[in-house]
């Protein structure tokens, strides 16, 4: 029997008076690779932050792994990217390569020493973002883009169970970019981590994730994206054409 690593239940939130999540309710079977998409304002981010105990929900129930976030001792097998990197202090004093050396914290404890299959872990994370000629230059004083690459190798490094992904690569060049999504299929398909990858690029998820989650204050759909190039209700909601240009399950030629 499958097992959900994630679980959201009638999830709700509301900040004052206003409704920004109402009634989410879906679960991630171990394994899946959810694209998680919705117009700006929809509530993408916060969901994410309710899923990780970053925001307390109205109402609704969240599990990971079986168990209340609030609760979990398992955190190294969640990776999480955030939407917006603040920009880090040009003196802070650690270099690319301790910066994603972090993401391995969590397994062990900080009187552990440092084994080779770590390095050998960094250094790969490293090569796979590009960024392994400046590995030993200070975090603060790269750019925006090249800050975002390292933390991204940082959520990865530890090949996480679970790895939440929101907006990763909005600072990334195309060759890079493209380098990094092939990456989390091979995750994905290899080592069965499941995937949540929050964009707002609609048009592409379909290329990489499993299953489509579309929000907007409310689930409109989640499921297959064979299941969602089928529905009905997902034409009359986006239009046939569009429909058909997001599933990128099938060639769809205009009638008429």
């Not at 008076?17 to 981010?45: H, M, Q, R, W």
Request: glycine share 8%.
């Amino acid at each position: 029997m499958p097992v959900d690593c994630l679980s959201v239940k009638k999830v709700s939130f509301r900040y004052n008076s206003v409704e920004v999540l109402s009634d989410i309710s879906f679960s991630a079977v171990c394994g899946d690779y959810i694209g998680l998409v919705g117009p700006n304002g929809s509530g993408k981010t916060t969901l994410i932050k309710t899923i990780l105990n970053l925001a307390k929900p109205s109402g609704g129930e969240v599990t990971l792994f079986g168990k209340n976030p609030a609760i979990l001792n398992e955190w190294h097998r969640v990776g999480y990217l955030p939407q917006r990197i603040a920009s880090l202090n040009p003196f802070f004093p650690a270099t690319v390569d301790e910066i994603v050396a972090l993401g391995l914290i969590s397994r062990r404890k900080l009187s552990t020493p440092i084994f080779r299959s770590d390095k050998e872990a960094v250094e790969r994370a490293l090569k796979l973002m590009d960024i392994d000629d400046i590995k030993g230059n200070l975090i603060g004083a790269l750019s925006g883009g090249q800050q975002q690459r390292v933390l991204l190798a940082r959520a990865i490094v530890n090949e996480p169970d679970l790895l939440i992904l929101d907006e990763p690569t909005t600072a990334l060049d195309p060759e890079t970019r493209d380098n990094f999504f092939h990456f989390l299929q091979e995750l994905n398909w290899e080592k069965k981590m499941t995937i949540i990858l929050v964009t707002h690029d609609i048009g592409s998820v379909g290329k990489y994730a499993s299953k489509l989650l579309y929000l907007d204050k409310r689930i409109i759909f989640f499921g297959s994206f064979n299941e969602f190039c089928l529905s009905e209700d997902m034409s009359s909601y986006f239009g046939e054409f569009s429909q058909h240009l997001i599933c990128h399950r099938h060639d769809y030629k205009r009638i008429g």
